[in-house]
C-alpha cells in the first residue's frame, strides 16, 4: 500500500520486557512522527525525525523510551522495562517535508498492552 | 504555555443536524492549523489551514482560520451517522524545533 504502516498492530507484554515498534513512513516523505494515546487521554507527541535526526527528544515520557531512524526511511520506537502506564496507541505519522508545511499522514497505530 | 483549547468536549445531534466544532489556540510561532477526524484508533485528516479567512470545504465538511482572533471552527452539514467521532485540531509550529500541540478533541454523535 501507499500509506504509512506500523507494526505490529497488537502487542501484549509483561511489565519489565523491552518492546519495540515500528514504523515504515510513505516513500518519499521525509519527516516521521511519533505520538501516543492513552486510554481517555488526548493525542501527545513523543519525537519527530527530519530525515534521520531528531532535533527535539523532550517529548520522549523517560529516558526508557528512544527513537531512531535509519536510512530516513523505517523507524523503530523502543520502550525499556515497559510499565502498565505505557500502556496506549502508539501511531505514527509522515510528511513530505519540514515540519509545519507538510500534512502529517497517519498510520493505523500499534495497540500495546503492558500487563 | 503553548495550548490548543476545543468546544464543545462532546456533542450528540441528530441526523442531519449541522455542528460547528471550536478550536482556538495560544500558540507561539503559530504556522498552521490542522483538523483530523478520529475513529478507533488513527486520525484522518481533513484540513489544513494556513491563512485566515479562506474556507476549506470538502464536501459536507468546511473549516476556516481566524489569525488575528487565534480560532478556528468546523462545520459539517446535514449530519450523517458515520460522522460520529472524535474531532480533533492540531497547531503546527513555525519552527522545527518546537512540539506539534493538539487540542482535548470534540467527541460527536450523530443519532438516527
Known amino acids: 500500500g501507499a500509506g504509512v504502516s506500523q507494526s505490529p498492530s497488537n502487542k501484549v507484554t509483561e511489565k519489565g520486557k523491552d518492546v519495540e515498534l515500528r514504523c515504515d513512513p510513505i516513500s518519499g516523505h521525509t519527516a516521521l512522527y511519533w505520538y501516543r494515546q492513552s486510554l481517555g487521554q488526548g493525542l501527545e507527541f513523543l519525537i519527530y525525525?527530519?530525515?534521520?535526526?531528531?532535533?527535539?527528544k523532550s517529548g520522549l515520557p523517560s529516558d526508557r523510551f528512544s527513537a531512531e531512524r535509519t536510512g530516513g526511511s523505517v523507524s523503530t520506537l523502543t520502550i525499556q522495562r515497559t510499565q502498565q502506564e505505557d500502556s496506549a496507541v502508539y501511531l505514527c505519522a509522515s510528511s513530505l517535508g519540514m515540519l509545519g508545511t507538510d500534512t502529517q499522514y497517519f498510520g493505523p497505530g500499534t495497540r500495546l498492552t503492558v500487563l | 504555555e503553548d495550548k490548543v483549547v476545543q468546544s464543545p468536549l462532546s456533542l450528540v445531534v441528530h441526523e442531519g443536524d449541522t455542528v460547528t466544532l471550536n478550536c482556538s489556540y495560544e500558540?507561539?510561532?503559530?504556522?498552521?492549523l490542522l483538523w483530523y477526524k478520529q475513529e478507533k484508533k488513527a486520525p484522518t485528516f481533513l484540513f489544513m489551514l494556513?491563512?485566515?479567512?479562506i474556507e476549506k470545504k470538502s464536501g459536507r465538511l468546511s473549516s476556516i482560520l481566524d489569525k488575528k482572533e487565534l480560532f478556528s471552527i468546523l462545520n459539517i452539514t446535514a449530519t450523517q451517522t458515520g460522522d460520529s467521532a472524535v474531532y480533533l485540531c492540531?497547531?503546527?509550529?513555525?519552527?522545527?524545533?518546537?512540539?506539534?500541540?493538539f487540542g482535548p478533541g470534540t467527541s460527536l454523535s450523530v443519532i438516527p
Open positions: 500558540v507561539t510561532n503559530f504556522r498552521s
Open positions: 494556513t491563512s485566515s479567512g
Open positions: 492540531a497547531v503546527l509550529p513555525k519552527t522545527s524545533y518546537d512540539k506539534v500541540i
Open positions: 525525525f527530519q530525515g534521520n535526526s531528531a532535533p527535539d
